[in-house]
């Protein structure tokens, strides 16, 4: 459906569309609304607390369209994967709190899916955490031990171990697990500062090359709870300029092999020819 039916879609249905950044899913602009009351945008500088982290619990937002009804059917439906990306790692492997909130609503969904895939090697923006014995401590394997540690079966548990960014995250699930395993029925959980771009993305990537029997995905927002209102507001402007990048890719690339060979002639993190961006800003501490 084409971007302009999905606005159109939106404005059929009251004309709200759920959003953060100021961004609707769909790139647009949109009226905000939670529990009948307007939403706090986080990177409405104006109105962002001057102090401490922003907690938006995600037990208390509304469905607001269709579309967002889909993280509801999701916890009917029997889903056979649920997908969480990567949200970066603290000094010693630690999960951040926005990382742990994903994974707790994915070990929360009824009935519980067939396999869990956590998400990323880790990002090119700094280092990765190392081991006791010095070894790179990678975001979805210190995932996949916290779903262990909460009862999730290591045989459920799928970790992606490839990715550096939200682009790689769907691709490498895509060609490392859903394609082999013949998954079909997903559901995408990220938070709320992440959602617009995440599933503009996993929608594109799961759509190329139009596979027989196309994906089913829904996508799940939760808190971005612990992160700092300066990161947070950082972070979401990053996020809209690489929405719109992301919109402009999909019109270029509609194939597998297209975005394969993007991904090692063009993309910073992973074509040997190109050096990955190094972050010097507040929004370095969410990912």
């Given at each position: 459906?084409?971007?302009g039916?999905?606005?159109?879609?939106g404005?059929?249905?009251?004309?709200?569309?759920?959003?953060?950044?100021?961004?609707?899913?769909?790139?647009?602009p949109?009226?905000?609304?939670?529990l009948?009351?307007?939403?706090?945008?986080?990177?409405?500088?104006?109105?962002?607390?001057?102090?401490?982290?922003?907690s938006?619990?995600?037990?208390?937002?509304?469905?607001?369209?269709?579309?967002?009804?889909?993280?509801?059917?999701a916890?009917?439906?029997?889903?056979?994967?649920?997908?969480?990306?990567?949200?970066?790692?603290?000094?010693?492997?630690?999960?951040?709190?926005?990382?742990?909130?994903?994974?707790?609503?994915?070990?929360?969904?009824?009935p519980?899916?067939?396999?869990?895939?956590?998400l990323?090697a880790?990002?090119?923006?700094?280092?990765?955490?190392?081991?006791?014995?010095?070894?790179?401590?990678?975001?979805s394997?210190?995932?996949?031990?916290?779903?262990?540690?909460?009862?999730?079966?290591?045989?459920?548990?799928?970790?992606?171990?490839?990715?550096?960014?939200?682009i790689g995250n769907?691709?490498?699930?895509?060609?490392?697990?859903?394609e082999?395993?013949?998954?079909?029925r997903?559901h995408?959980?990220?938070?709320?500062?992440?959602?617009?771009r995440?599933?503009?993305?996993?929608?594109?990537?799961f759509?190329?090359?139009?596979?027989?029997?196309p994906?089913?995905?829904?996508?799940?927002?939760?808190?971005?709870?612990?992160i700092?209102?300066?990161?947070l507001?950082?972070?979401?402007?990053?996020?809209?300029a690489?929405?719109?990048?992301v919109?402009?890719?999909?019109?270029?690339?509609?194939?597998?092999?297209?975005?394969?060979?993007?991904?090692?002639?063009?993309?910073?993190?992973?074509?040997?020819?190109?050096?990955?961006?190094?972050?010097?800003?507040?929004?370095l501490?969410?990912y």
């Amino acid at each position: 459906m084409a971007v302009g039916n999905l606005q159109a879609l939106g404005q059929e249905q009251g004309g709200i569309e759920q959003s953060v950044c100021g961004i609707s899913r769909f790139g647009g602009p949109t009226n905000h609304y939670q529990l009948g009351r307007p939403v706090f945008l986080p990177c409405n500088r104006s109105k962002q607390p001057r102090h401490g982290a922003v907690s938006l619990d995600w037990r208390e937002w509304m469905p607001l369209n269709k579309a967002d009804a889909e993280s509801k059917r999701a916890s009917a439906a029997a889903l056979e994967a649920v997908l969480i990306p990567g949200g970066g790692l603290g000094l010693r492997g630690e999960l951040p709190p926005w990382v742990q909130a994903r994974l707790d609503r994915a070990i929360a969904l009824t009935p519980r899916p067939q396999y869990f895939i956590p998400l990323s090697a880790g990002t090119t923006h700094k280092p990765p955490p190392l081991d006791a014995l010095g070894f790179p401590m990678l975001e979805s394997v210190a995932a996949g031990r916290y779903l262990a540690a909460q009862g999730i079966a290591g045989a459920q548990i799928l970790p992606e171990t490839i990715s550096l960014d939200t682009i790689g995250n769907a691709y490498f699930a895509r060609v490392q697990h859903t394609e082999p395993l013949g998954l079909r029925r997903l559901h995408v959980i990220t938070s709320a500062f992440h959602r617009p771009r995440t599933e503009a993305i996993f929608r594109w990537i799961f759509a190329l090359s139009s596979p027989a029997v196309p994906y089913a995905l829904t996508f799940e927002a939760v808190s971005d709870v612990g992160i700092a209102a300066d990161v947070l507001a950082e972070r979401c402007e990053r996020e809209r300029a690489s929405l719109a990048r992301v919109n402009a890719l999909k019109t270029r690339f509609t194939t597998l092999s297209a975005v394969h060979r993007w991904l090692y002639d063009e993309h910073a993190a992973y074509a040997i020819a190109h050096i990955p961006e190094q972050l010097s800003s507040a929004a370095l501490d969410s990912y």
